[in-house]
């Protein structure tokens, strides 16, 4: 079982930044692709963010293409840790996110692969 805990959400005005961080549990982490997804009211869940282990130190990173070029996913295996950095933000971006963990370790931008899910954190940019 791995317990996903997301912090670092809040209020920030357009063009500005939030870095959000998810914490894991579980002895497997780094084997783990780990996501960041969002809603926003009256919509679908949607992709924004993967990291997926390719071998050895390297990872893939896939971006949603409303968020490449602004965010930043990355890492940290030995604090069971995954964070996103999110710049240039617009109101647009605003939602309630979410970190994801699939534990077969698949590149995959796909809501249905992942098998474990934070609570997630609101993140509202003002205009």
């Known amino acids: 079982q791995v317990q996903l805990v997301e912090s670092g959400g809040g209020l920030v005005q357009a063009g500005g930044s939030l870095k959000l961080s998810c914490a894991a549990s579980?002895?497997?982490?780094?084997?783990?692709?780990m996501g960041w997804f969002r809603q926003a009211p009256g919509k679908e869940r949607e992709f924004v963010a993967a990291?997926?282990?390719?071998?050895?130190?390297?990872?893939?990173?896939d971006y949603a293409a409303s968020v490449k070029g602004r965010f930043t996913i990355s890492r940290d295996d030995a604090k069971n840790t995954v964070y996103l950095q999110m710049n240039s933000l617009k109101p647009e971006d605003t939602a309630v996110y979410y970190c994801a963990a699939a534990a077969n370790g698949y590149r995959t931008t796909r809501r249905d692969d992942y098998h474990y899910w934070g609570q997630g954190t609101q993140v509202t940019v003002s205009s």
């Open positions: 579980g002895r497997t982490f780094a084997s783990y692709t």
């Open positions: 990291l997926s282990w390719s071998g050895g130190s390297t990872y893939y990173a």
